[in-house]
């Protein structure tokens, strides 16, 4: 968050380590065991499903109220490109911190673009993945893959949401030039953050959609 | 001369006067704050009282019709959720507030208007839960809400809502109040005051951070998953759709017994500082109290399910969470043994708050007993769900818990008010409470073991049952009349009582240097710390006494200014979670969104420069 600091002069610390900073490391630390317990709940219920659709395979499952053949539900491609991109945004926020640290504007405010960009593109992409999945038969409710699967990435997916609404703001601020060099830590409060929200996907994207 | 964490210096944004309910309503100081935490969770510890001596009225005697099953299940429930969630937790979050910065030599904690917000989610939140008996609808189902009692099918009403949603706010207040504790003690502590000098109570409390921090997620999606299954159709402990019941059982208890720790490590901190004040000694064998500590936070994650022992995890899961739980009682062992040996050959005060602590020893040597008799699997079937675990449980957190925190309410009245409670009428409290205390609790063991269930609104006459239950009603009410005790104690002391000094007690800890009440900076000049007991090694190097500290003006001393966001975002992020009540009340939902959205960003941008 962007608290105050208008102030160059930030008192010592016992650890020498931003207030702010620890501050957000220690939240990271506690959404560990929000997005473990998500997870684990998911894996729980792998392969427990009473009826299709299915992650992997084909299945029996109800579509237009009869009962029909499914197909598999994951489309690799796309979700591979849309962890592409979530990678390179984070990427692109450093960079965007390299420029807020030097001073240097077009570089912030260039690269911070591309981060919301590549952010917004990922939350885009979520939402077609759902109405695709949707339509194939997978409704919220339809079995415990479907309300698992939904619960992870629709929690995920908030959190990049609130990310992108994070950095844009911030965004914001670069652009009417009230993010000097010395208060870049407001963007790197909230680039932690999105490296974290990253990272979670990183585990998400494999034990999801890859492992069988 | 600006110490404050935040660098909020000399914020006039939002001005408010010292005085009056505003003043109040817009404070960061953590100083207030503690208080509002403090007279809030007693006031709910008083409810959670009386719920239960409605629940002991009725089992005074057998076949008794005062109250129905119905009403019986909803007492038992919300009994032991006040007393968790908003006796317990914020009375210990009342000294956390209070005494973590003035005991590390700080201003404030890291982030005021953060606490702030904390303290107004938790009271919005204990509203909530209580405002179910507005509607007759207070959760029914025990505390810890056993799937598949909390179905749909079969809670249909709002009782289960009212827990889901109350809860769920609450663990936002938790872990916001975490985030901000750990990071003041990490942070802010004062020149030399290094990690293995800190006082007990910091460690202990810091300890207790990092368990809120691990474990509340933990619920947090529980009871997300549970909403979904009551609200949305999602069957994920609902067995006709392929769920499990059981995984219920497994993600409440990976919070659940953390949750225990949670609610005994900052009791063990508060003992921790008046043993070795009140014995004239310093605490014995710190760096093991420090180790022992972290041991039972680490043992705490790993043996949540010898609460499910009876649901037939067989032989393997049963033996490592046996072993695992007779493991905690080797820590346990170490720090009991250290209180022993900081009190022994002391020079004892015998003065109320030690009276309390001693309690606490003796009374959580016979609940930490019985918890070892039920870590064994075959003894443990015998007495779950019995009132033996009834009885363990209540010698944990009353005798161990509510002794301590009493104690430490004892010790600190004196620096948080400037004003002497009572020493007579103190002393008089201990006896009845520790009387009734006992009266109540003991003879559950007897009961317990001859099959008294627990959790059912009577008995029948002629089971063997009368005699016992009838002593434990009579305790029960002593118990309840040791708190009016307490509370005629508070009032007239505030009234009329002796002016306290800044060191009434001869306390080796930094609270004690700087005038009772403090004044709004703590600390007119930073302190730096060269040890433990700091002010036990100034008063030797003074040569046994310490001038009484004046009161000093502030002028130049940056404080952060007071501000309402805290409570308007608080009261967004409640009116949120509340539009899930009721299946979805989009409307509750979105303005509250737009209001904790308003808030935050009021919040950080609210000007920090003249």
Known sequence: MAHDTAHAMHPPTATGLDTRKLAIWTFIGSECLFFATLISNYLVYKGHSLVGPLPHETSQCMLHGQMSTCEPIFEIPLVTFGTAVLLFSSFFVVLALNGAQHGNRKKLIGWLSATVVCGLFFVGMQVYEFTHFYHKGLGYTTNLFGSSFYTLTGFHGTHVTLGVIWLATVLVLAIRGKLPPEKSLNLEIAALYWHFVDVVWIVIFPVVYLMR | ?610
């Not at chain 2, 000399?10 to 953590?30: F, Q, R």
């Open chain 2, 1 to 610: 001369m600006s110490t404050i964490a935040m660098g909020h210096a000399g914020t006039e944004a939002v001005p408010a006067g010292k005085k009056g309910l505003w003043s109040w309503i817009t404070t960061v100081d953590h100083k207030r704050i503690g208080i509002l935490y403090g007279v809030t969770a007693f006031l709910f510890f008083l409810l959670g009282g009386l719920e239960a001596l409605l629940i002991r009225w009725q089992l005074g005697a057998p076949d008794k019709t005062f109250l129905s099953p119905e009403a019986y299940n909803q007492l038992f429930t919300m009994h032991g959720t006040t007393m968790i969630f908003l006796g317990v937790m914020p009375l210990s979050a009342m000294f956390f507030n209070y005494f973590i910065p003035l005991q590390i030599g700080a201003r404030d904690v890291a982030f005021p208007r953060l606490n702030a917000y904390s303290y107004w989610v938790f009271l919005f939140g204990g509203l909530v839960l209580n405002a179910s008996f507005l509607f007759n609808a207070a959760p029914d189902m025990g505390w810890f809400a056993y799937a598949n009692l909390t179905s749909k099918q079969f809670s249909p009403g709002l009782n289960v809502d009212f827990w889901i949603i109350g809860l769920q706010i609450l663990g936002i207040a938790s872990l916001a109040a975490a985030v901000n504790f750990f990071v003041t003690i990490i942070n802010l502590r004062a020149p030399g005051m290094k990690m293995m000098r800190m006082p007990m109570f910091v460690w202990m409390s810091l300890i207790t951070q990092v368990l809120l921090l691990l474990a509340f997620p933990i619920i947090t999606v529980a009871l997300v998953l549970l909403m979904l299954d009551r609200n949305f159709g999602t069957h994920f402990f609902v067995p006709s759709g392929g769920g499990d019941p059981v995984l219920w059982q497994h993600l409440f208890w990976l919070f659940g017994h953390p949750e225990v720790y949670i609610l005994i490590l900052p009791a063990f901190g508060v003992v921790s500082e008046i043993l070795p004040v009140f014995s004239r000694k310093p605490l014995f064998g710190y760096a093991a109290m420090v180790f022992s500590g972290c041991f039972i936070a680490f043992l705490g994650f790993g043996v949540w399910s010898h609460h499910m022992f009876s649901t037939g995890m067989g032989p393997m899961a049963d033996t490592v969470f046996s072993l695992g739980t007779m493991l905690i009682a080797i820590p346990t062992g170490v720090k009991i043994f250290n209180w022993i040996g900081t009190v022994w050959g002391g020079s004892i005060q015998y003065k109320t708050p030690m009276y309390f602590a001693l309690g606490f020893v003796a009374m959580f040597i016979i609940g930490g007993l019985s918890g070892v008799m039920h870590a064994s699997p075959p003894a443990d079937l015998q007495q779950t769900d019995s009132y033996f675990i009834v009885a363990h449980f209540h010698y944990v957190l009353f005798g161990g818990s509510i002794f301590a925190l009493t104690a430490g309410a004892y010790y600190w009245f004196p620096k948080m008010t400037g004003r002497m409670l009572s020493e007579s009428l103190g002393k008089l409290h201990f006896w009845l409470m520790f009387l009734g205390f006992n009266l109540t609790f003991a003879p559950m063991h007897i009961l317990g073991l001859n099959g008294m269930p627990r959790r059912v609104y009577t008995y029948s006459a002629g089971m063997g049952f009368e005699f016992w239950n009838a002593v434990e009603t009579a305790g029960s009410l002593i118990l309840g009349f040791s708190f009016l005790v307490f509370i005629i104690n508070i009032l007239k002391s505030l009234r009329s009582g002796a002016v306290a000094p800044a060191d009434p007690w001869h306390g080796a800890t930094l609270e004690w240097s700087i005038p009772s009440p403090p004044q709004e900076w703590n600390f007119a000049v930073e302190p730096t710390v060269d040890g433990r007991d700091p002010l036990w090694e100034e008063r030797r190097k003074a040569g046994g006494t310490l001038p009484e500290p004046a009161r000093v003006s502030g002028a130049g001393i940056h404080l952060p200014s007071p501000s309402y966001w805290p409570i308007i975002t608080a009261f967004g992020t409640a009116m949120t979670l509340v539009g899930f009540l009721m299946h979805v009340t989009l409307w509750v939902i979105l303005a509250g969104v737009a209001i904790t959205m308003l808030g935050i960003f009021s919040w950080a941008f609210e000007p920090a420069d003249h």
